[in-house]
C-alpha cells in the first residue's frame, strides 16, 4: 500500500511562484497594487497635477497664447462678475439637486432596505438600476420630449385644465421660461431624475446596516416615530447621504450636457469649461474653473467629516 | 390586587402559524416571571405583546389594569433588555443610558445625573464616555439593564439577556439580576430557553409550548411535580417512566416523572433501601461531568438516566448494574402528551 508523504517538495516554477508568494503576503499585495498604482499615480495624479498648473498660466491677450509664467492673474479673471455668476448659479443647482435627490431617495431607500425581500427586492434593484443602463443622452432628449412645450406635460395640464398652472409655474422669475425645456425647473428635473439611483443606492446600503431592534429600542425608550427618525435613523443613515450627496453634488457641479440640451442659454461650470478650452482657447481659465469643483468639494467633505458624519463608519 | 400585567385569551398569529394562542395569564406586580420553552414555543412573541412590538389579533391585555392593545410601544411605561443589547452605535454610553429621558424632554443636567447613578447600578461607574462597540458582552448587557432601568419602568421585560454571555459571567449576571430585581421591587418578566436560569432566578415560572402554557407555578413545583412529559422532559431532562415500568417499580400506572439525581447506584444483588424501588440493567454510556457522573443504564428495554457523584464507584460499559430510587421520588404525570 502506498503512503501519501506527509510533506510534498515537488512542482513546477508556477507552484514554487505560488509557495513564496504564501510565505510572504506583502510581496503578493505589492504585485497585485502596482499596475492600478501605476495608473492612478502617473495617468491620473499626473494629469490632473498638470491640469492644476494651467490653472497659474496665464492667456495672452493679445496673440491668443498661453503665457508660461505662475501667475495668480487667471484666478483673479475667475472671479470676475460673470464668471462668479456662473460659478454661484452652479453651486446652487448643485444643491437643489442635492436636497432634492436625498428627500426623493431616502423613502425608497428605506422601502428598500426595511420592508422589500425576496422578488421585491430584486424589482427595486432593477427599477433603480435600469435607467443607469440606457444611454444618458437618450434619457436626456426623451425629457427634452417630455418638458417641450409640445410635450406630454402640456398636454396633460390642458386635458387636466390645470394649464393655468403650468404658466404660473414659467411665469416664476428667475426659475421659469418660455417652457420646461427652456428653464433652470427643467434643468433640475433632468438632473435630479439622472443622479437619484446614486443617492438611493449608497442610503439604502446605509440602512441595511441599522439593525431593525435600534427602531424598536428607541419606541420602547418613548420615542415617536419622527424623534426616532431623528435621533436614531437619520444619524445612522448620514454616512449614506453623504456618499450619496458627494455623487449627485459633484456630478451636477461638472457636468456640461443636461443644460445644454434642457435648460436656458446660461452657462454651468462644466459649459464655461467646455468653451474656454474648445472654441475660446483660454485654457488657463478653464482649467481654473476645473478647480473650482476640486475645492468645492474638497470642502465638502472636511465638513461632513467635522460633524460627525463619518463617526459611525 | 391588579396584576402588573394580564393576558385574557390572547391570540397572535403569523400566517396560518398561532405563536400565542388564547393564552391566558396573570403576572403579580413585583414577580420575578420567567418564560421557558423552546424556540418557536411563543414566549418572546409573548414578550413583545407586552412591550408592544406586536398587536394580539385576539383577546385583551392590560398593564396595571390599563388596556394595552392598540398602545404603541412608546406609549406604555415598560422597558426592554434586548437579546443582543441593541445599543445606539452612535451614541456614548451614557448617552444611550440618558436616552429615554431625553426623549421625556429631561434636562441635561438631570439627566446626566440620573444615567449616572443608573450606571453605578450595575457597576460601570465612569464609563459615560465610552462608545458602545469599546464594550465587552457583559459590560453591554449592564449598559442595556442601565437604560431601562433608568426609566424607572413599571415592568421591565428581558429578551433572552443573557445567552450571548460564557458560562461564569452569565452566573454572576443571574446572582445580580437577581438581586437588583429584589432591591428595586419592579416586576421582571423574563424569556429564556435555558432551564437552569428560569429555575434559579424566578419566583415564577411559565413553561411555553406551541403558543400555549403548559404549566405555570414556581420554580420547586415545575421541577418536582411536572404536569406532563413536555414539562418533565424540558425542565431538567428527566427519566418519564411508562405506565407499565411505573407500576412494576413501585409508581401508580401513569407515565411517571423520575428525576436522574434521585436515583442511586448499586451493586448488581445488593440489598435496597427502606422505601425504594429498584431496577437492573446494563450500564451504557458513562459521561463525566466533573461534580458528577451521568451514566445511561438499559433496564426491561427502557433507558434510565441517573447522575450520581463522580466518587460513586469505577462503572465500565456493559457492566451490570442496581439502580434505586425513593418511591416518592416517583410523580404520576396527568399528561400524556
Known amino acids: ?31 497585485l497594487l502596482l499596475p492600478p498604482l501605476i495608473w492612478i499615480g502617473v495617468v491620473y495624479v499626473g494629469s490632473l497635477f498638470a491640469l492644476l498648473l494651467q490653472s497659474f498660466y496665464k492667456l495672452d491677450d493679445f496673440s491668443g497664447l498661453v503665457v508660461h509664467e505662475l501667475t495668480l492673474s487667471t484666478y483673479a479673471e475667475l472671479i470676475e462678475e460673470a464668471h462668479l455668476q ?18 426623493i431617495a431616502f423613502p425608497i ?33 426623451a425629457w427634452k420630449l417630455i418638458l417641450a412645450k409640445e410635450g406630454i406635460i402640456t398636454w396633460m395640464a390642458e386635458s387636466l385644465y390645470l394649464s393655468w398652472l403650468l404658466e404660473a409655474i ?31 443606492l449608497p442610503i439604502q446600503a446605509a440602512l441595511e446596516r441599522v439593525p431593525g431592534n435600534l427602531i424598536e429600542a428607541s419606541a420602547d425608550l418613548g420615542a415617536d416615530p419622527g424623534q426616532t427618525f431623528r435621533t436614531v435613523l437619520l444619524p445612522l443613515a448620514l454616512p449614506g447621504i453623504v456618499a450619496g450627496s458627494i455623487f ?44 473650482v469643483p476640486m475645492a468645492i468639494m474638497g470642502l465638502y467633505l472636511f465638513m461632513a467629516k467635522r460633524m460627525g458624519a463619518f463617526d459611525v463608519l | 390586587m391588579t396584576p402588573a400585567v394580564r393576558f385574557q385569551n390572547v391570540s397572535r398569529r403569523f400566517g396560518t402559524v398561532r ?121 453591554r448587557q449592564r449598559v442595556a ?42 416586576t421582571f418578566v423574563f424569556v429564556t430557553h435555558d432551564q437552569g436560569e428560569a429555575l434559579s432566578m424566578a419566583n415564577r415560572v411559565a413553561i411555553f409550548n406551541e403558543g400555549r402554557i403548559v404549566q405555570a407555578g ?36 401513569c407515565w411517571t416523572s423520575l428525576r436522574p439525581e434521585k436515583i442511586a447506584l448499586a451493586a448488581p444483588a445488593a440489598p435496597v433501601p427502606e422505601g425504594h424501588a429498584s431496577a437492573d440493567g446494563t450500564a451504557d454510556l458513562i459521561s463525566y461531568q466533573g461534580p458528577v457522573t451521568r451514566i445511561t443504564v438499559m433496564s426491561e428495554g427502557l433507558r434510565l438516566v441517573a447522575t450520581v457523584p463522580a466518587t460513586a464507584g469505577s462503572v465500565k460499559q456493559g457492566d451490570r448494574v442496581r439502580l434505586h430510587w425513593p418511591r416518592r421520588a416517583m410523580f404520576a404525570m396527568e399528561d400524556s402528551a
Request: charged share 20%.
Open chain 2, 218 to 253: 414556581s420554580p420547586e413545583d415545575v421541577y418536582e411535580r411536572p404536569r406532563s412529559r413536555f414539562v418533565a422532559d424540558f425542565v431538567g431532562s428527566s427519566n418519564v417512566l411508562a405506565p407499565d415500568f411505573a407500576s412494576r417499580h413501585g409508581g401508580t400506572r
Open chain 1, 248 to 291: 449627485t453634488f459633484s456630478l451636477t457641479l461638472g457636468d456640461y450636457i443636461v443644460p445644454q440640451i434642457v435648460g436656458n442659454s446660461r452657462l454651468m461650470i462644466g459649459q464655461a469649461v467646455y468653451t474656454l478650452q474648445g472654441t475660446a482657447g483660454n485654457i488657463p481659465l478653464a482649467a481654473a474653473f476645473t478647480v
Open chain 1, 86 to 103: 456662473v460659478i454661484l448659479r452652479t453651486i446652487v443647482m448643485s444643491t437643489m439637486v442635492t436636497l432634492a435627490c436625498a428627500i
Open chain 1, 109 to 141: 431607500a428605506y422601502y428598500a432596505a426595511r420592508y422589500a425581500r425576496g422578488w421585491m427586492k430584486a424589482a427595486f434593484y432593477l427599477a433603480v438600476m435600469t435607467p443607469l443602463w440606457s444611454s444618458y443622452l437618450v434619457k436626456i432628449y
Open chain 1, 170 to 200: 414659467l411665469a416664476l422669475p428667475v426659475v421659469g421660461g418660455p417652457s420646461l425645456s427652456f428653464s433652470y425647473i427643467g434643468t433640475f428635473l433632468v438632473f435630479v431624475y439622472i443622479w437619484i439611483p446614486y443617492m438611493i
Open chain 2, 19 to 139: 405563536a400565542v394562542d388564547n393564552l391566558t395569564l396573570d403576572i403579580a406586580e413585583g414577580e420575578f416571571f420567567a418564560m421557558l420553552g423552546p424556540s418557536g414555543s411563543g414566549k418572546t412573541t409573548c414578550l413583545r405583546l407586552i412591550a408592544g412590538f406586536e398587536q394580539p389579533d385576539e383577546g385583551h391585555i392590560e398593564i396595571f389594569g390599563e388596556t394595552a392593545e392598540g398602545l404603541p410601544p412608546y406609549k406604555r411605561n415598560v422597558n426592554t433588555v434586548f437579546q443582543d443589547y441593541a445599543l445606539f452605535p452612535h451614541m456614548s454610553v451614557g448617552e444611550n443610558v440618558a436616552y429615554g429621558l431625553m426623549i421625556k424632554g429631561v434636562s441635561r443636567a438631570d439627566r446626566e445625573s440620573q444615567a449616572k447613578d443608573a450606571l453605578a447600578m450595575v457597576k460601570l461607574s465612569g464609563f459615560e464616555a465610552r462608545r458602545a462597540a469599546q464594550l465587552s458582552g457583559g459590560q
Open chain 1, 1 to 31: 500500500m502506498s503512503v501519501a508523504a506527509a510533506v510534498e517538495r515537488t512542482g513546477g516554477f508556477i507552484e514554487r511562484l505560488s509557495d513564496v508568494l504564501f510565505r510572504r503576503p506583502r510581496m503578493l499585495t505589492l504585485l
Open chain 2, 145 to 186: 439593564l442601565a437604560r431601562a432601568l433608568v426609566n424607572n419602568p413599571k415592568v421591565l421585560l428581558l429578551d433572552e439577556p443573557l445567552g450571548a454571555l460564557d458560562l461564569k459571567l452569565r452566573e454572576q449576571m443571574q446572582e445580580e439580576l437577581k438581586a437588583l430585581q429584589q432591591s428595586l421591587g419592579i
